[in-house]
């Protein structure tokens, strides 16, 4: 559509609709938001929309942008009553008003409080780590919004026990291996920097490598300072079994003093100081290194490299993809696809005081996250899975997380909610039913996250597991039940839809309706034909997916 | 030829005594045998028999009599050109298909480490996951096998490792001892009813393919494709041991890790190229080793191993079928004050044989204290290799990591020279 047609839409009248702020991809799209930010970022994705001559598909409609927010902020689907409010709400600002509504709530918390732990010690806890209290330390930072570059210095320089200090757990988890092996911090070394600095280095421990301006020097540089840590394991006699028990662990300093040495591909052994880009540090016993790199990397920021980060990484969390595929391979031989955009935001969360729920609030109010997944003619390029630049003119679909899609399927079958029957009633139940699902859908941490990669365990355990059964039962107290005993909803067209927007979080079209309404108009028993209709929406690729 | 009105029962009864249709039915039955033989012919699998927690090897398959750490066990003859352990006399009858390789050294002694090295390949490194070797099959044979309805990876009574960068749809598929999958079953729910919940569920997701928004539809409805066939398979039956005769049952040593080797010969049979099992009860023996092997792991051990090979070479099947039995680790020649055995990689054995392999044969050696290799040693990619070169999966195969890495089959190992020719 260029600007005459659309000037001439609006001038006739089109824009009486603009109330609802789900027209189409215009120059006049807002979410309400009046941050300045906001317009430079519509700016920069669209140059290169204009750049690669393509178009940008329709603003999503509100039930498609409220399900995406509601996943990506607060980790679950809305309920069918949030929906329904928000379709009707007449506010033009509502899109921009619900964000920030979304970061006050506890749903933030738990989500960002979901991934950072999996981020940083990996869904599979390592031996004599304390998983509970690493997430204390970050559900008490993210409900304080406290600035990322605090709560990165707190894990980069933390000592002491893992269950008094949670930050310390992000450390312990990387120092699997013999304490008295060169190996021990090289898992602390690599994933630090890919973390907070978004480079990766580990190939360069043992090589200059091709693709990668790390030099090998500077990874053991690097690595010089996690040499003063190591963990220590505390036991405690268990006089019923006669045995050592497991009792605590710490993080404690560990003497360390001048250079470590490596040794080339070619065999010459080589010397490294503790150096951070341009900043040594004395390599004296007396040296808190860690200490000294913690706030290089945070205090200082050197280079912007921990701000840098986490804007890529945050972008690729809203949009499943980043400036640059993988976020966290940040170094000069990886290109960002939107240097410049890329640069000012690092700037401007600097500027805010590395404010996370600022960050946000940018991305969130900005065109292109208020865009429809739908690939349109005019932008089939645009498709990063096929090893495409992401140009952002249309949302890329993301498989739900395991997180997701539990605490959805507890959100869209109400078994959340106060009293609904046998299923709440039960806490061992649902503790069970959470560990099948960690077993069955987290089992790979490698998967690239933006990629559907599901496996029959999976599907068997939505088609026959107890969580869908128990939805669908239509026994007191299921969602089902709920629905069809709803005196509101006494017509076929009325049901449909109320379970359509519980699962799916949309509204079903007329035609969609007439096809269902064919089928359903089959079974003998209109109950069989709710629980199967629940069933299959339940079990569908589109309730499984974040569009 | 149907007269209206003729019941079936009535047309069945009339083609019985036709000796046509008789003679029709027994060809078609024999034309099954012969199709089923040429596919096992060509059907190459593997069964890895993996011990966790680490056996030790110097009291089952590398004896050292006369030495301090030699322990309580004498060696015995076998059917091969080599000694085994005296409590596995049932494997020592099967040993001229069977070898042992006695110089393996492994270098890793932490669980999961060994584990990870032994099931790939590969040491652990922070910038990778390798597939475990069943996931490497897979990906290698299974994909090709388009008869194959169930997945053609399957671990019985354990987890299993990760598929790695070959992704997850050759992740271990795991059933318990029992042959119970998870979820498997929509109780209640009759096949008619079943059939109108998928006509519904195709229908929302036809609609969401349709929408154009990427591949995940279309990859999720091909993920439920296989889950629905797999529930309605008829090969699901190669997880009901209980279809076997008790006697069959016996010769593997009975239920538990009987049945499994019994399950694991059943799976080969409908096409799975990799099974796993999990041997039930660890062998990480830091206490009163000798007792605990020869009152109850090796007698196990002793009666499914040899039960599998011998029920094998009755079918014909001894030839296309590599079997493999090992752990993460060994443990230490030397007996500690528990009068048990600590973790020891570096010098120890694993167990191979069938699929077209020299059976009979010990390769590699120990010194007479069984704690230093003296001949030539190998890691657990020669093992893979060797496993590799008998599934005829060709050793220069190369993967490619997440991140665009070339990775050799099998860590780059070398088939073992004493098991191929």
């Known amino acids: ?547 | 030829m149907f007269n209206q009105g003729m019941s079936r029962r009535h047309f069945m009864s009339h083609a019985a005594m036709g000796g046509a249709a008789v003679l029709g039915a027994n060809e078609f039955l024999n034309h099954l045998h012969l199709n089923a033989a040429e596919v096992k012919k060509n059907q190459k699998a593997c069964i890895l028999v993996w011990l966790g927690g680490g056996a030790p090897t110097i009291d089952m398959w590398d004896l050292k009599p006369g030495s301090k750490n030699g322990g309580e066990f004498k060696p015995i003859s076998t059917a091969g050109d080599l000694q085994i352990s005296e409590h596995l006399p049932e494997v020592a009858k099967q040993m001229d298909a069977l070898s042992v390789v006695r110089s393996m050294s492994t270098r890793e002694a932490d669980h999961m480490r060994g584990a990870y090295f032994m099931h790939s390949g590969y040491v652990p490194n922070p910038t990778v996951v390798h597939p475990t070797f069943g996931s490497v099959v897979s990906y290698e044979l299974g994909a090709k096998r388009k008869e194959l309805e169930i997945p053609s990876f399957v671990s019985i009574g354990g987890g299993g490792m990760s598929p790695g960068f070959l992704g997850m749809s050759h992740a271990p598929f795991s059933v318990n001892a029992q042959g119970q999958i998870q979820n498997a079953d929509m109780a209640g729910v009759d096949p008619a009813r079943l059939g109108a919940r998928l006509s519904m569920l195709q229908s929302i997701e036809d609609g969401f393919i349709k929408s154009d928004r990427g591949d995940a539809g279309q990859a999720h409805k091909d993920v439920y494709g296989k889950a629905v066939n797999l529930m309605r398979s008829e090969q699901m039956k190669a997880f009901k041991v209980s279809e076997e005769s008790p006697e069959t049952l016996a010769s593997y040593g009975g239920p538990g890790f009987g049945a499994s080797m019994l399950m694991a010969r059943r799976l080969v049979e409908v096409g799975v190229p990799f099974i796993e099992v999990n041997f039930p009860g660890g062998w990480d023996l830091h206490n009163d080793v000798f007792n605990t092997l020869k009152n109850q792991r090796l007698p196990i051990l002793d009666k499914g191993i040899a039960g599998l090979t011998a029920d094998l070479k009755q079918r014909g099947m001894i030839d296309d079928v590599v079997v493999i039995c090992m752990g993460e680790f060994s443990r230490t020649p030397r007996i500690n004050q528990n009068v048990g055995r600590d973790h020891w990689a570096t010098s120890w054995s694993v167990m191979i044989g069938g699929g077209g392999l020299k059976g009979g044969r010990a390769i590699g050696e120990t010194n007479a204290d069984g704690d230093k290799v003296v001949s030539e040693s190998y890691l657990p990619g020669d093992i893979w290799a060797t496993a590799a070169y008998a599934l005829r999966i060709p050793l220069d195969t190369v993967h490619t990591s997440k991140r665009g890495r070339p990775m050799k089959i099998a860590g780059g190992g070398v088939p073992i020279k004493g098991l191929i020719s």
């Open chain 1, 1 to 547: 559509m260029n600007r005459a047609v659309m000037t001439l839409m609006l001038w006739c009248g089109l824009w009486s609709v603009a109330a609802v702020p789900s027209f189409g991809a215009d120059d006049k799209f807002t979410t309400g938001s009046s941050d300045p930010l906001i317009s430079y970022i519509n700016e920069q994705i669209r140059q290169g929309w204009t750049d690669n001559e393509i178009k940008a598909s329709p603003v999503a409609d509100d039930a498609e942008w409220l399900r995406r927010v509601y996943l990506d902020v607060a980790g679950h689907v809305p309920s069918g009553k949030v929906l329904e409010e928000f379709m009707k709400d007449k506010d033009p600002a509502k899109r921009s008003k619900l964000v920030d509504t979304l970061l006050a709530d506890s749903g933030y918390v738990r989500n960002f409080t979901t991934y950072w732990t999996n981020t940083l010690i990996g869904r599979t806890t390592p031996d004599k780590t304390n998983r509970g209290a690493l997430e204390k330390f970050l559900r008490e930072s993210f409900a304080k919004n406290r600035p990322w570059n605090e709560i990165s210095y707190d894990l980069l320089s933390s000592e002491g026990r893992f269950d008094e200090n949670g930050a310390v757990n992000y450390l312990l988890a990387q120092l699997q291996l013999d304490p008295g092996s060169d190996e021990y911090p090289v898992e602390a070394t690599a994933r630090s920097a890919r973390i907070f600095l978004g480079l990766q280095v580990q190939c360069t421990q043992c090589h200059n490598h091709p693709f990668n301006d790390w030099k090998q020097n500077q990874f053991w540089e690097f690595y010089s300072f996690f040499r003063q840590m190591r963990r220590e394991d505390h036991e405690v006699y268990n006089a019923k079994t006669g045995q050592m028990d497991e009792d605590y662990s710490e993080l404690v300093r560990r003497d360390f003093e001048g250079p470590v040495y490596y040794e080339t591909r070619a065999g010459l052994m080589l010397v490294a100081y503790p150096k951070y880009f341009q900043t040594e540090v004395d390599q004296g016993a007396e040296t808190h290194r860690r200490d000294e790199l913690a706030k290089s990397i945070t205090k200082d920021d050197t280079n912007k490299w921990l701000a840098r980060a986490m804007v890529n990484r945050m972008w690729g969390h809203y949009f499943a993809n980043g400036f640059t595929r993988p976020i966290d391979d940040m170094g000069p031989h990886n290109p960002a696809s939107h240097p410049e955009l890329l640069e000012r935001l690092t700037d401007e969360f600097i500027k805010s005081g590395y404010d996370l729920k600022q960050l946000t609030r940018w991305i969130c109010n900005t065109e292109a996250y208020n865009l429809t997944s739908r690939f349109n003619p005019k932008n089939e390029i645009d498709n990063p899975a096929n090893g495409e630049v992401p140009l952002f003119s249309h949302m890329y679909v993301k498989p739900m997380q395991v997180e997701q899609l539990y605490e959805s399927l507890l959100v869209a079958t109400s078994a959340d909610s106060a009293g609904a029957g046998s299923f709440e009633a039960s806490q061992d139940q649902r503790e069970q039913m959470k560990r099948q699902f960690m077993q069955i859908f987290g089992g790979n941490d490698d998967e690239d996250p933006s990629v559907y990669s599901g496996t029959i365990p999976q599907a068997l355990l939505m088609m026959n597991g107890a969580l869908v059964k128990t939805a669908t039962s239509g026994d007191k107290g299921s969602y089902l039940n709920t629905v069809l005993s709803n005196p509101s909803y006494k017509k076929d067209p009325d049901r449909i839809r109320a379970l359509y927007m519980a699962a799916l979080g949309r509204i079903p079209s007329s035609s969609e309706q007439k096809n269902l309404q064919g089928m359903m108009s089959q079974y003998s028993n209109p109950l069989d034909a709710y629980q199967d209709l629940y069933w299959a929406l339940l079990n569908s690729n589109e309730f499984i997916v974040n569009r």
